[in-house]
């Protein structure tokens, strides 16, 4: 069964980085049609797609307001998915959580859609001050 499990959250001030890691299972890389994304969310609001890799081709994507400061990458011989984050903002608070789809048409999903992925790790937490 997959396992995901979310690392290197903290606080940082303004214009500072964090890169936040997201351990797997090792199945969870024997299927070569995964899915797997960041997600996050502050109270009172849905969780948000952040950005997205398809682990087949690597082709990756960005919310707007990430786009050129966010950077999603991963390892598979790590079993592991990374978020560069750089130049962070203060509305970049919020927990960050890790998602993955093991469907092999997951790549027909929406990317940003909470609903395109059934496994979840934990969260960790992102605090940016001004």
């Known amino acids: 069964q997959v396992q995901l499990r979310e690392s290197g959250g903290g606080s940082v001030q303004a214009g500072g980085s964090l890169r936040l890691s997201c351990a797997a299972s090792?199945?969870?890389?024997?299927?070569?049609?995964?899915?797997m994304a960041w997600f996050r969310q502050v109270p009172g609001k849905e969780r948000e797609g952040v950005a997205s890799?398809?682990?087949?081709?690597?082709?990756?994507y960005y919310a707007d307001s990430v786009k050129g400061r966010f950077t999603v990458s991963q390892d598979n011989a790590k079993n592991t998915l990374y978020l560069q984050m750089n130049s962070l903002k203060p509305e970049d608070t919020a927990m960050y959580y890790c998602a993955a789809e093991v469907r092999y048409d997951c790549y027909l999903t929406s990317w940003s859609n909470r609903a395109s992925y059934n496994y979840w790790g934990q969260g960790t937490q992102v605090t940016v001050s001004s």
């Open positions: 890799i398809r682990t087949r081709g690597g082709i990756t």
């Open positions: 090792a199945s969870a890389y024997t299927y070569s049609y995964y899915c």
